[in-house]
T-cell receptor, first 115, second 110 residues
């Protein structure tokens, strides 16, 4: 089955701009989570969506937002970009079933560079 | 809030020896724990997991140990192989929430 698809793979933006990242989950997966990976900080949880509803949110400022569509695809938006937002943004989709990893499968990520 | 901590940013072992990666957590509500492996420019891939009702889970060369009283888990890789060189993340889950540690870079030398 097709994996989790994140687009674009790479993105360069300037400070103050806004950006939208996209994540298409594995077919049948209704849960999508977003993470930010920076050196030394590991994977920081941004938010999780399930059936178009945000169920959980990490400790990020309101400039970070997301949404999920009826087909489970999810977008993440960052407004007023700052240099510190440069990171690898990963999304993971999950079936939330009894698989050993709850079906959590990650995409390859979007590498965002803010200049 | 670092609810999941991996205090060793890096670990280097010789091929054939044991690799032990450690992870500590602070939230006693976590009830499921996972280890992921990550190569550069790729997303993390699932390795092994353990439920809080168990203290050990084994899958081939990989064994995860959980010490709930100490809020500590570890991943043992025996024998270590050069292909195991990657960044390893531990993760802890409670309900809809999965939190990760900062990762440990494992280098297995031939």
């Amino acid at each position: 089955k097709a994996g989790v698809t994140q687009t674009p793979r790479y993105l360069i933006k300037t400070r103050g701009q806004q950006v939208t990242l996209s994540c298409s989950p594995i077919s049948g997966h209704r849960s999508v989570s977003w993470y930010q990976q920076t050196p030394g900080q590991g994977l920081q949880f941004l938010f999780e969506y399930f059936s178009e509803t945000q169920r959980n949110k990490g400790n990020f400022p309101g400039r970070f937002s997301g949404r999920q569509f009826s087909n489970s695809r999810s977008e993440m938006n960052v407004s007023t970009l700052e240099l510190g937002d440069s990171a690898l943004y990963l999304c993971a989709s999950s079936s939330r079933t009894g698989e050993a990893n709850y079906g959590y499968t990650f995409g390859s990520g979007t590498r965002l560079t803010v200049v | 809030d670092q609810q999941v901590k991996q205090n060793s940013p890096s670990l280097s072992v010789q091929e054939g020896r044991i690799s032990i990666l450690n992870c500590d957590y602070t939230n006693s509500m976590f009830d499921y724990f996972l280890w992921y492996k990550k190569y550069p420019a790729e997303g993390p891939t699932f390795l092994i997991s353990i439920s809080s009702i168990k203290d050990k889970n084994e899958d081939g060369r990989f064994t995860v140990f959980l010490n709930k009283s100490a809020k500590h888990l570890s991943l043992h890789i025996v024998p270590s192989q050069p292909g195991d060189s990657a960044v390893y993340f531990c993760a802890a889950m409670f309900m809809n929430d999965m939190r990760f540690g900062a990762g440990t870079r494992l280098t297995v030398k031939p």
